[in-house]
């Protein structure tokens, strides 16, 4: 990976200098201001899963369970403010069940989740119901993979990241229906989209791919064209939109969502690198969390790395904006809680 320092609008770059150590150090830097505050079982046990999704205002945890093998996949439900497990869906062993979810997105307003599944389908979650209401076959052979959801049009955005050549689908939340798809040549991968509602556009995270490094791309809705491709230092696969349009890739290379200049390179300390899969902006305290095995906390504010909470789970985390609670999947445990002290 190819590290260029950048400095722009006068933000500080924090790449293995400061206060938190040099490219010798070897002591993980820990936030000793987070605190694991539960352990939230989860009924079977937890095997394997994807994402994770927070639904502050109704206090609700989604995490995309993919169970004990093919066709044992279920979304597994808690409360944010209790942290206690409520339920899994579906809950009607008889319907339509889950091959191996992946990605999940909420619509609060439509009481409803869309998941991408194994099957290269996404199935719509009614969450009154709990149950699965439409399947939505995309026309891929491998997974339907990371989604993101465009208020504006009703349009809901999956990654075919694992086929060949991977592709974008495009889905109408009004009929339920695929509205088409753009094809990604020469690409290996695709990973986390995002809306960007200030400009009417998806982003999403491409991994690099022969001589590029990789790219953050805007996607337009309607016309399903990519429209900006703003390349990178670095191979992003999460990626989060912070304040004032920043965007922040899992590699650290933070850029500008507006015109794709370079603000920062916020990787970590020394030889202590801050990544991870998928990562979430909370607003709440106006922080990014990386999911990983030591979850990386950067400061969306000046995009100054803080620090890591340590062996909080894996590559999968959530933060519940109203309580500022921390929820990483860790196999074999559940689903664990962190929090932050603040005296």
């Known amino acids: 990976m190819k590290h260029k320092k950048l400095l722009a609008s006068g933000l500080f770059l924090a790449a293995g200098i400061g206060a938190f150590g040099t490219a010798e150090a070897q002591t993980l830097q820990l936030l000793s201001?987070?605190?694991q505050i539960a352990t939230i079982a989860l009924p079977g046990g937890l095997t394997s899963f994807d994402i994770s999704w927070v639904d502050s205002d109704n206090g609700r945890y989604y995490l995309a369970d993919r169970g004990a093998g093919r066709g044992s996949g279920r979304i597994d439900v808690i409360d944010t403010q209790t942290l206690k497990f409520l339920y899994t869906i579906p809950q009607d062993t008889t319907g339509t069940s889950f091959v191996s979810p992946n990605g999940v997105v909420a619509i609060p307003y439509l009481n409803q989740l869309y998941v991408g599944d194994?099957?290269?389908?996404?199935?719509?979650?009614?969450?009154?119901?709990?149950?699965?209401?439409?399947?939505?076959?995309?026309?891929?052979?491998?997974r339907a993979d990371e989604l993101a959801y465009d208020p504006l049009d009703h349009i809901v955005m999956v990654a075919n990241a694992s086929d060949n050549p991977p592709f974008l689908t495009f889905i109408s939340t009004d009929t339920q229906k695929v509205l088409g798809t753009l094809v990604y040549l020469n690409q290996s991968g695709l990973e986390q989209p995002v809306w960007d509602a200030q400009v009417g556009r998806f982003l999403i995270s491409v991994p690099g791919a022969g001589e590029s490094a990789g790219s953050i791309d805007r996607i337009d809705p309607i016309a399903m064209q990519r429209t900006e491709s703003f390349f990178l230092t670095c191979s992003p696969s999460g990626l989060a939109l912070g304040p004032f349009q920043r965007v922040m890739?899992?590699?650290?290379?933070?850029?500008?969502?507006?015109?794709?200049?370079?603000?920062?390179?916020?990787?970590?300390?020394?030889?202590?690198t801050i990544s991870g899969d998928e990562i979430?902006?909370?607003?709440?305290?106006?922080?990014?969390?990386?999911?990983?095995?030591?979850?990386?906390?950067?400061?969306?504010?000046?995009?100054?790395?803080?620090?890591?909470?340590?062996?909080?789970?894996?590559?999968?985390?959530?933060?519940?904006?109203?309580?500022?609670?921390?929820?990483?999947?860790?196999t074999g445990v559940g689903v664990k809680v962190f929090a932050r002290t603040v005296h």
């Open 249 to 272: 890739p899992a590699c650290g290379d933070v850029i500008d969502g507006r015109t794709g200049l370079h603000l920062a390179f916020s990787q970590g300390f020394g030889d202590q």
């Open 280 to 330: 979430w902006f909370n607003p709440g305290d106006n922080r990014y969390y990386f999911g990983a095995t030591n979850v990386g906390v950067v400061d969306a504010e000046t995009n100054y790395p803080l620090g890591f909470v340590t062996f909080a789970g894996g590559h999968s985390i959530a933060v519940d904006s109203q309580t500022n609670r921390i929820f990483v999947p860790a």
């Open 118 to 142: 194994g099957d290269s389908a996404v199935k719509v979650v009614d969450l009154t119901m709990k149950s699965i209401v439409a399947t939505i076959p995309t026309g891929g052979t491998a």
């Open 33 to 35: 201001d987070y605190k």
